[in-house]
């Protein structure tokens, strides 16, 4: 059936004007016998039967920030207009156009829709365990099983009138026109059958994404079908379903339906719901009746600063085993560390350390030969790192961040409405290799305030060479180079950070406890700077020292070299064997890396992600990495039973 045939059909069986049909498509209609006496007969019914709607999913997760302080109450799905909410409106709609199955995916004040639901009581309701820390392709994921021929909404569009049907061609997207530039999605070209085949973040005089879409049946398999492979892919965090469906753009077919303004509606912000119904106002009021809880939303309006900022987040994890998926370390800290805890005292917990020197950066400066003027102590190398970001960076400075790389720089940065640019780090023959050129060249482009370079790297384990490192410090003096070295000592890579900070300026390192010194519950790392950096940085730094306990279980772990030096020396013969025999293994390639962890590719006869629940369904839990459209996969290094056994549940699922 062509396009132009069904939409006939589709006239003829609404009962609406024919008129506008040429001869040809009536007559081919007849003939086939899907029309009869200008009736649609039941074999018309059967040969639409391949385009029945299934269901409808409504997307109602989000946090909705930009309408504060409303929808700190409340969420925006729920905001009445002209006497329906507008979750609501769009399941009556639903309901009245013959779609009975909707799938509402709820997250942020769930327990709001909960009692909505009641009235519904068809209505399936899931739940986005992750709308905090992913953007609306979670919402997509949590429904991935009832994606078929279904329409996929969002809870703040309105429609003036039902533009919902029973039956749909093919995959669309509703669309509007603006002649003035928009910063939406532009659909900027069409092919000859109607396709979009380019859409750009900003435009004008262009056609513009916004309302409803409909997913078909197999449109549907293959978006589920990617969505599976790539979904633990860092950047999927960030990502709406549109910018998932530009990046697949020529499997993922779509083409776009036309509104007009007055039809279609999608409200942002409180203000735009006011311009358009200004008796919303009425609505707000009544909802806070209360004078005191009006004033108290007030006073917090500022926070619609960040209504676009995610929190970066990591995956919740109940087991306590098996857990090779966030680098910890699986060893343990030295026996030693331990006994600090046995021995502490009352004054440790009530006492605060007012004492002249810190003696965490006093030992740290025997170690590294600098003076404790260029160590200061925080909690973890990751609030490190967002102290040097909070105070180094402005709004709209740019941030030089590796590709792959981990996703807290992009979140702090932008947390400081600063923006990401990034550097690749390639696979060479048997490791991972900074791509010093193409980071240059990136510098020299966009002027970062920061470069970030995590040596060794998370999460290939490729190193930067000393003379790379010297040459990026070195001619970018208008930037701060961050070395992050949160795994330091977990190989023999090296780096005299005293050489460094007495040459140049423009060089912090962080470091951690968490990584070789397995002290990840007792947060603790430190910088290293110059003296006037120090004392700049400082003024984000808590007034009182980090824990008492916590410096003095790290003064034992640095202490104990003995026990680090052997343990750096099981993980890299673990590590090594490892490698030596995955690599064995038919369209598998693991890379030697310089951390407690090893990245793997695959070739596409491996399910990768099937392969991740196959070891989560064993006890081991394993990250995954989108490299190149493809899913790699980062395993941390643990205890040789562990190791063996993983390697062994791996070789199996491959061999079947």
């Not at 006073?299 to 995956?315: A, E, W």
């Not at 890299?572 to 490892?578: A, N, P, V, Y």
Request: with cysteine; charged share 25%; glycine share 4%.
């Amino acid at each position: 059936m062509t396009e132009i045939e069904f939409d006939y059909l589709m006239a003829t069986r609404r009962n609406e004007d024919t008129a506008s049909f040429n001869k040809d498509t009536v007559l081919a209609c007849e003939k086939a016998g899907w029309i009869k006496n200008g009736k649609v007969t039941d074999d018309g019914m059967e040969a639409l039967a391949p385009y029945k709607v299934d269901n409808a999913i409504i997307m109602a997760a989000g946090r909705s920030r930009r309408c504060m302080p409303l929808s700190n109450y409340l969420p925006k799905g729920l905001f009445e207009i002209k006497g329906d909410t507008m979750v609501e409106r769009q399941i009556k709609q639903l309901h009245d156009a013959g779609i009975k199955q909707i799938v509402l995916v709820v997250g942020y004040l769930k327990e709001r829709y909960y009692e909505m639901a009641k009235k519904y009581p068809d209505l399936i309701v899931i739940d986005n365990t992750e709308w905090e820390e992913k953007n609306n392709m979670s919402s997509l994921y949590a429904a991935k099983d009832y994606l078929k021929a279904s329409y996929v909404c969002c809870s703040d569009n309105w429609f003036a009138h039902n533009v919902y049907r029973d039956y749909v061609y093919d995959s669309y997207y509703g669309c509007l026109y603006s002649d003035e530039f928009c910063n939406e999605y532009c659909v900027k070209g069409l092919d000859d059958r109607g396709y979009m085949t380019e859409v750009k973040k900003g435009g004008e005089k262009s056609w513009y994404t916004i309302g409803e879409a409909f997913f078909s049946k197999s449109f549907s398999k293959k978006f589920v079908d990617l969505m599976v492979k790539e979904y633990y892919d860092p950047e999927m965090k960030y990502m709406l379903w549109d910018d998932f469906q530009i990046k697949h753009i020529t499997e993922l077919l779509m083409k776009i339906k036309r509104y007009d303004d007055a039809e279609c509606k999608e409200f942002d912000t409180t203000e735009d719901i006011l311009q358009f119904y200004p008796n919303f106002k009425d609505f707000i009021d009544q909802f806070f009746q209360e004078d005191e809880l009006i004033n108290s939303t007030q006073r917090i309006s500022y926070l619609s600063n960040y209504s676009d900022i995610k929190q970066y987040s990591v995956v919740a994890t109940e087991q306590l085993t098996g857990r090779m998926h966030v680098n910890e370390n699986l060893f343990g800290p030295s026996p030693k560390c331990l006994e600090v805890l046995h021995n502490a005292t009352m004054e440790d917990l009530y006492l605060y350390d007012l004492t002249r020197e810190d003696d965490l950066a006093v030992e740290i400066s025997k170690i590294t030969e600098l003076s404790t003027d260029s160590v200061f102590i925080h909690s973890g190398s990751s609030d490190v790192i967002k102290t040097i970001m909070t105070i180094v960076l402005n709004k709209d400075d740019t941030v030089l961040i590796s590709a792959p790389a981990w996703n807290y720089y992009k979140s702090v940065c932008e947390l400081r409405h600063a923006k990401a640019a990034y550097y690749n780090v390639v696979p060479g023959t048997d490791s991972y290799e900074f791509d010093t050129e193409n980071l240059l060249e990136t510098a020299k482009k966009t002027k970062p305030r920061i470069i970030v370079i995590t040596t060794p790297h998370n999460p290939t384990g490729a190193v930067i060479s000393r003379a790379d490192l010297e040459k990026v410090i070195k001619e970018n003096p208008s930037s701060l180079v961050i070395v992050d070295e949160a795994y330091l000592g977990l190989s023999t890579v090296t780096y005299d950070a005293k050489y460094f900070l007495n040459a140049y300026n423009n060089v912090v390192f962080c470091r951690t406890f968490s990584k070789l010194y397995g002290l990840a519950g007792i947060r603790m790392g430190y910088g290293l700077c110059t003296p006037m950096a120090k004392q700049v940085f400082k003024l984000d730094l808590n007034p009182f020292r980090t824990s008492n306990i916590g410096r003095k279980v790290c003064i034992a772990a640095l202490k104990d070299k003995k026990y680090y030096s052997d343990l750096t020396k099981t993980i890299i013969s673990l590590k090594d064997e490892f490698i030596s025999e995955i690599n064995k293994i038919k369209g598998i390639k693991a890379f030697k890396s310089a951390a407690n962890f090893i990245f793997i590719h695959f070739d596409d006869s491996i399910d990768v992600q099937a392969l991740k629940d196959n070891l989560a369904s064993n006890g081991y839990l394993v990250r995954l990495w989108t490299e190149g459209g493809h899913l790699s996969m980062r395993i941390t290094v643990a205890p040789k039973p562990d190791m063996d056994k993983v390697l062994e549940l791996i070789k199996d699922f491959c061999e079947k």
